[in-house]
Each structure stands twice: as structure tokens, then as C-alpha cells.
């Protein structure tokens, strides 16, 4: 297919986190996480700069979003930062045949956020559930100040939401008082003007905040989320992140996918706050099973 060179143009709604990159070409598109926003939105930049002709768009919405588009057919790529439900593999397969391509292309510590000023340093998986489902209600019960504790978490559609969910309440309901926000940067500016407050997401979105340490039992080591750790699986909320897509990755989509997992994609990665995905990428053209 002939590529007809263009002038890179790029437009950023900040809080709906969409970006699109290029005039000429057939549009890659990609949808998803909230937590994966910035990173996707990085990638398409670097790739659209070395790629004359190239089109990536990438909106945000949430992990949940991004699968249900992968399913109607309105975006190419989704991105996930949790595992695709059994229920929505069945839903793939029911309209096309296939359970879809699972592939991580990145990694991430789900990183616990306090304000800068709270002497709380660790708390372990257990306190953590205690905490967010309000049978901790203050400061004091983990070493803090007398003050009670501000929840502030993800809304229902975020994989972030859903992978706290899983690992860390181990299926129990966040406590009603939990103020749920709309992406990861609105937890984080939220903890960091509320002394008492409490979040969770993605590493890279720490500013003005300070991580929590984790550990898995109370007592226990606890670790911050970094590369040592998340890639050692030392740090008990290591997870992947991951795209999906309905076929196997071929033509501009896989040159994309390839580039993402070569050493340049993966240095992106570093440099937005996430973490490479370890070793030698595994090449879409070796995924499909």
C-alpha cells in the first residue's frame, strides 16, 4: 500500500485522554484503561514521528470500555489493565469466532497513595481490605494520626477497580463511603489535597503523593513498586497490562505491536513510569494461540 507522506498533527483532549496522530492512512485505533491512557498516547506520538504516513488514535474510558469496543467492532487494539473475563472471551467468541489475542506490553505495581505528610510508611494486603471495607475507619489502627480515613478509589468499569477488587478485597464490597473517581489522575490529585486520604493506581501517575509499601501479611516485609520488585513479583500487586485483539495482529497493526515490544517501545515504557515487560518481548507474530 503506497503511503503518502504528511505533516504529524496531534490533538490531546486532556480529560476525555484522546490523541490523534497523523492525516493520511487507515486509523489504528485503540481504546481502554485509563491507566494505559498515557503510555498508548506516548507510543502513537514516537511512532507516528518514525512512521510517515502512519494514523494512530487512542481514547481512554476504561479497561471495561475498551473490552466492549474490542467486541462491537469500534477499536482495533484494546487496552486492559486486567485480564479479559471469561464472560467477554465468550461474548468475543460469540460474534467472531475467536477468544481474542492476549498480549502484555507492559507492567505495573498498583501503587497504594497517601498524602505526602502521612507518617504511615506500610501496610500489608490485609490491612489494606480492613481499611477499604471500613472495618479500619482510622489513622491511629495502623500507626497514623487520630484521624479518620479517606477512601478514594476507581469507578466500576476500571480494570485498576476491579484488579484491587480481586487482590486486595479478595471479592468483598469497597465500603460505601469509598468516593469514586472518574481516572487514575483524579485519584491521585485527590489524595494529594486530602491529608487523610487514601488511593490506589497506576505508578506512574505519582505526583504530589507518596507510595504506601506493601507486604503480604501484617509484620510482614514490605515492598514499594519498582522495577526490581514488580519484575520479581516481590511487590504483592505486580500486574500486567495488556492489549487485545479480536485476530492475530497482521499489516500496520503488527508493525505497531512489534515496535511496542522492541527495545525502543519498551524504553517508552520506562520513561512514562510503567515498567518493561521482562525479557525478550514476545513477538505478535509468535502470539495467536
Not at 490491612?127 to 472495618?135: F, N, P, S, V
Request: with cysteine.
Amino acid at each position: 500500500m503506497k503511503r503518502i507522506l504528511a505533516p504529524l498533527t496531534v490533538a490531546l483532549a486532556v480529560g476525555f485522554g484522546f490523541i490523534a496522530l497523523g492525516l493520511a492512512g487507515k486509523a489504528i485505533t485503540m481504546k481502554g484503561s485509563d491507566t494505559m491512557v498515557i503510555l498508548g498516547q506516548r507510543w502513537a506520538e514516537i511512532y507516528m514521528q518514525k512512521t510517515p504516513g502512519a494514523v494512530v488514535q487512542v481514547t481512554g474510558g476504561g479497561s471495561g470500555t475498551g473490552i466492549a469496543a474490542l467486541i462491537n467492532g469500534t477499536t482495533d487494539i484494546c487496552q486492559a489493565s486486567r485480564p479479559m473475563k471469561g464472560s467477554e472471551k465468550t461474548k468475543l467468541k460469540e460474534r467472531y469466532f475467536t477468544q481474542g489475542i492476549e498480549l502484555p506490553v507492559a507492567k505495573d505495581g498498583l501503587a497504594v497513595y497517601l498524602h505526602e505528610t502521612n507518617p504511615v510508611e506500610a501496610l500489608s494486603l490485609e490491612q489494606l481490605k480492613a481499611i477499604y471495607t471500613a472495618k479500619i475507619t482510622n489513622w491511629k489502627e495502623v500507626g497514623g494520626a487520630d484521624a479518620r480515613i479517606i477512601l478514594y478509589g476507581r469507578e466500576n468499569n476500571s480494570g485498576t477497580y476491579v484488579f484491587f477488587k480481586d487482590n486486595v478485597l479478595t471479592g468483598a464490597d469497597f465500603a460505601p463511603t469509598t468516593a469514586t473517581l472518574p481516572g487514575t489522575a483524579a485519584v491521585v490529585n485527590a489524595v494529594a489535597k486530602d491529608k487523610n486520604g487514601i488511593g490506589y493506581g497506576g505508578a506512574a501517575y505519582a505526583k504530589g503523593i507518596k507510595f504506601c509499601k506493601v507486604s503480604e501479611k501484617t509484620g510482614g516485609e514490605a515492598f514499594g513498586p519498582d522495577l526490581e520488585t514488580v519484575q520479581s513479583g516481590q511487590y504483592p500487586l505486580a500486574r500486567d497490562l495488556y492489549w487485545y485483539f479480536r485476530t492475530k495482529p497482521a499489516g500496520d497493526i503488527k508493525k505497531l505491536v512489534d515496535w511496542v515490544l522492541s527495545p525502543e517501545g519498551q524504553a517508552v515504557v520506562s520513561e512514562v513510569g510503567y515498567f518493561p515487560v521482562k525479557g525478550k518481548a514476545q513477538s505478535s507474530a509468535e502470539t495467536g494461540k
